[in-house]
C-alpha cells in the first residue's frame, strides 16, 4: 500500500478538472491526496514531498497535478547550478507567458519568485529530479527552508504549494528525515510504490490468475512496463507466456531486455557496480543472509555488508527479521524484474547474443520456476496474509507476515516456513497467529502437513503455539487428504484463486 502521511484538508476542488486522468491507473488516494494539498485555500505556504523509485508512474502523477490545477511544473535534470536556473527561468517565463525569460542570480531568487506565483490562490509548484538540483546546489534545501520559515510569519499572503518530487534514495532520505528542518515543515508525504499483485493483474487486464502471477513474476508491479517498454504486449493466454517472454524481457529489440541494468544505474550509481552485482546474483541464487552472501562473494562479513546497505538504502533489497528466529535478517530482491535478471537473463546473456531467445529460455525455465517463480509466489502469499487474508482467517485485523527458519538437530536441513503471520505489536514481533508453506511448482500433500506439525513441535518449548493456524499456499493442487484435513479444520489451504479474489 502506498504511504500517505499528512492532516485532512478542506478544499475548494472543481471536479471535472480535477478529475484524475484515464492514462493514470491506480493512485486515487495519492491523487486525492496531492489535489487536496494543492487546493487548500488556507493561507500560508505549504511544503510536500513525494518520492518513489523509478518507473512507478511519480513524474505522471505531478505533470498531472499541474496540469489539472493550472500549476507550475519543473523537472530537474543533472547539470550545474547555472544551467538549472536558466532552465527552470525559461519555464517560469513560458508559464508566466512572458517573453523575456527570467535571469536569476541564484536559487534564493528563484525560489523566493516561484512561491511569489501563490499570491493570486492556491497553487502547486512542483519541483521534481529534486535531487539532480541539489546534486548541483547544496545550499537549495536551506534556501527553500528560510524562504518557507520567512513566508510562515505574518503577513500569510503567498498560498503556493510547494511540492519537491524525488526518487526514494539516499538524498531524499536524508533531506526529509525527522532530524533535517524540512521535515518538520513538510505537511504531505507520499511514498509511490510499485502496484500490488492484484492491482498489477488488473493493469494488465490479466483475469487467469495464473497468468497474472507469471507476468508478474517477470515485471512486477512497475506501471511503466506495461506500455512504454513492451510495446503493449500482452500474453494473450497461459500458452503465449513462453512467447510472450521471449519476444519482450529476453529481445535485445525491446526496452525491458536492457531496463535492469539502466536500473540499477539509476538506482545507485556505476561506481559500487561490481559488488552489488556479485550480491545480486547471490540474493537470485537464494543466499539470504549476511553469512550466506559473504560466502557466496568469498569476502568477510564488513565487506557484504557495505554493499548489501548501499542496496537496502536505495530500496533495491528488501530486509526483514526471521519470522522464528528475529535475531536473523533476511534479504531478498524487491523488483521482479532484477530478480528475473540475476537469475535468468545475466547468467546467460552470451548465449542470448549467439542463439535464439526460444533456446535459451526452454534452458532457463527450471531456474525461472525454482528461483524466480517460487520465492516469489512466497512473498504473495505473505502479501496476501498481511494485507488481503480476512482477520478471522489469519487471526488479528493487523498482522506482519515473514520467512521463518527453525534448527532441527535430527534433520539435515532445517525447517522453514514460508509464511510465517504473528500480530502486529508496535516494532516489536508479537504472538504467533499462522505458520504455513508455500510451493509454487509442486504439489502439496500430507507430508507438508506432517512437516508444519514438526515446526510446532519445535516451537512448543519458545513460546505458545495452542492457537497457531496453519496454512498450506499452493498454486499446483493439494491432495485428497489434505482437502480431507482442510474439512476437518486441520489446515487452511490457499490456492491461486483465493490468493488473487479472496480473503
Avoid at 519482450?248 to 556505476?270: K, S
Avoid at 508496535?426 to 512437516?451: E, K, Y
Wanted: net charge negative.
Amino acid at each position: 500500500m502506498n504511504a500517505v502521511h499528512g492532516q485532512q484538508r478542506t478544499s475548494i476542488v472543481d471536479p471535472e478538472r480535477s478529475a484524475k486522468p484515464d492514462r493514470l491507473f491506480d493512485r486515487e488516494d495519492e491523487w486525492a491526496a496531492l489535489v487536496s494539498f494543492s487546493t487548500d485555500p488556507r493561507p500560508g505556504t505549504g511544503l510536500g514531498v513525494v518520492m518513489g523509485r523509478p518507473r512507478q508512474g511519480k513524474t505522471l502523477l505531478l505533470e498531472s497535478v499541474a496540469r489539472a490545477t493550472g500549476g507550475f511544473y519543473f523537472c530537474g535534470q543533472e547539470a550545474t547550478e547555472a544551467e538549472s536556473l536558466r532552465r527552470v527561468g525559461e519555464e517560469y517565463a513560458r508559464y508566466r507567458q512572458v517573453a523575456q525569460p527570467s535571469h536569476w542570480r541564484d536559487w534564493k531568487e528563484g525560489i523566493d519568485a516561484l512561491l511569489a506565483l501563490g499570491d493570486a490562490r492556491p497553487l502547486p509548484v512542483i519541483i521534481d529530479s529534486f535531487p539532480d538540483l541539489v546534486a548541483a546546489s547544496p545550499a537549495l534545501p536551506s534556501v527553500i527552508h528560510g524562504a518557507l520559515r520567512h513566508l510562515d510569519r505574518a503577513p500569510l499572503e503567498s498560498r503556493a504549494r510547494l511540492l519537491l518530487g524525488g526518487e526514494t534514495a539516499p538524498v531524499m532520505t536524508r533531506l526529509f528525515a525527522q532530524s533535517s528542518p524540512l521535515h518538520a515543515l513538510a505537511a504531505l508525504k507520499l511514498d509511490i510504490q510499485p502496484l500490488n499483485f492484484r492491482r498489477a493483474a488488473q493493469l494488465w487486464g490479466i483475469d487467469d490468475p495464473r497468468l497474472a502471477f507469471l507476468v508478474y513474476t517477470v515485471v512486477g508491479g512497475t506501471p511503466a512496463y506495461r506500455y512504454d517498454y513492451v510495446g503493449d504486449d500482452v500474453p494473450v493466454d497461459r500458452d503465449d507466456f513462453d512467447a510472450w517472454v521471449c519476444r519482450t524481457v529476453l529481445n535485445p529489440c525491446t526496452p525491458l531486455f536492457h531496463e535492469a541494468r539502466h536500473l540499477l544505474d539509476e538506482e545507485i550509481g556505476p561506481w559500487s557496480h561490481g559488488a552489488c552485482h556479485s550480491v545480486l546474483a547471490a540474493l537470485a541464487k537464494g543466499c539470504t543472509t549476511h553469512g550466506e552472501i559473504a560466502t557466496f562473494l568469498g569476502q568477510q562479513l564488513t565487506d557484504a555488508l557495505r554493499a548489501l546497505v548501499l542496496l537496502r538504502d536505495h530500496g533495491v533489497l528488501q530486509s526483514q527479521a526471521d519470522g522464528l528466529q528475529p535475531g536473523i535478517t533476511r534479504h531478498s530482491i524487491a523488483d521482479s524484474l532484477l530478480a528475473f535478471e540475476y537469475a535468468v537473463a545475466r547468467p546467460r546473456r552470451a548465449a542470448l547474443e549467439q542463439s535464439e531467445a526460444e533456446t535459451v529460455w526452454e534452458d532457463a525455465r527450471t531456474d525461472f520456476n525454482s528461483l524466480v517463480a517460487e520465492p516469489r509466489f512466497a512473498q504473495v502469499c505473505r502479501e496476501w496474509a498481511a494485507c488481503f487474508a480476512d482477520p478471522a482467517t489469519v487471526g488479528a485485523e493487523h498482522v506482519t507476515a515473514s520467512y521463518g527458519s527453525l534448527s532441527d538437530p535430527s534433520a539435515t536441513a532445517g525447517l522453514d516456513a514460508e509464511v510465517v503471520v504473528r500480530r502486529r505489536d508496535g516494532h516489536m514481533s508479537g504472538p504467533l497467529l499462522s505458520v504455513g508453506l508455500a510451493r509454487w511448482h509442486t504439489g502439496i500433500d500430507i507430508h507438508h502437513l506432517q512437516r508444519l506439525r514438526r515446526i510446532l513441535d519445535g516451537l512448543g518449548s519458545r513460546e505458545d503455539v495452542s492457537r497457531v493456524h496453519l496454512a498450506l499456499y499452493g498454486a499446483s493442487g493439494f491432495s485428497p487428504e489434505l482437502h480431507a484435513a482442510h474439512a476437518r479444520g486441520e489446515v487452511m489451504l490457499v490456492d491461486l484463486e483465493r490468493l488473487y479474489r479472496g480473503a
